[in-house]
């Protein structure tokens, strides 16, 4: 297994729709280790293909880091959100922001399909933590960050601030 390195907003490829994965070879099979132990070892929660350079359809989630492991390690191979019920703000990050939180509004309860790292068809109803993991999720392979879920003047500030920072960071 090997680290990967974790693009950072304004990286193009965060921006962009992601392909569907048609075929899940070894290759896909060693892209999922690889994520995985990228996102374990920086204690994120989960982790999209293209927030490592690959513009495939493939997420990863692990809560187990917030909540007491009832729920399993989740692996999506292309995802889509079916249903959505209610709405809530709650504060979150992001690997490709980081350093950065914010109040987005999610939906409360999701139901997802998609595939499982076997290629087997998987449905998943996600409340709470796991609603919102996968809706961030899902958003970063549709081509969307957090800042794209708030208010035009909220996203703006945001945008400004993060790149003045990262700025001074290289500077």
């Known amino acids: ?28 099979q060693k892209l999922i280790d690889d994520m995985l132990e990228t996102m374990h070892r920086v204690r994120g929660l989960g982790l999209a293909a293209n927030q490592v350079g690959v513009s ?15 729920i399993p390690l989740i692996i999506l191979i ?34 997802v399909k998609g595939l499982n790292r076997d290629g087997k068809p998987i449905e998943l109803e ?17 081509g969307m960050l957090m800042f794209d879920r708030m208010s035009p003047i909220k996203r703006e500030f945001f945008k400004r601030k993060y790149l003045r920072d990262i700025k001074k960071i290289k500077d």
């Open 126 to 142: 996600g409340t709470g933590l796991l609603a919102r993991a996968l809706q961030h999720e899902i958003d970063h392979l549709e």
């Open 1 to 28: 297994m090997a680290l990967l390195e974790i693009k950072k907003y304004p990286d193009k490829i965060l921006k962009q729709k992601t392909k569907e994965l048609s075929n899940i070879d070894g290759d896909t």
């Open 56 to 70: 495939q359809k493939l997420c990863v989630i692990d809560l187990s880091l917030k909540e007491d492991n009832k």
């Open 78 to 111: 292309n995802p889509v959100i079916v249903e959505t019920d209610g709405s809530v703000d709650a504060e979150e990050g992001c690997l490709s922001l980081p350093g950065y939180m914010s109040s987005i509004k999610r939906a409360e309860k999701v139901f």
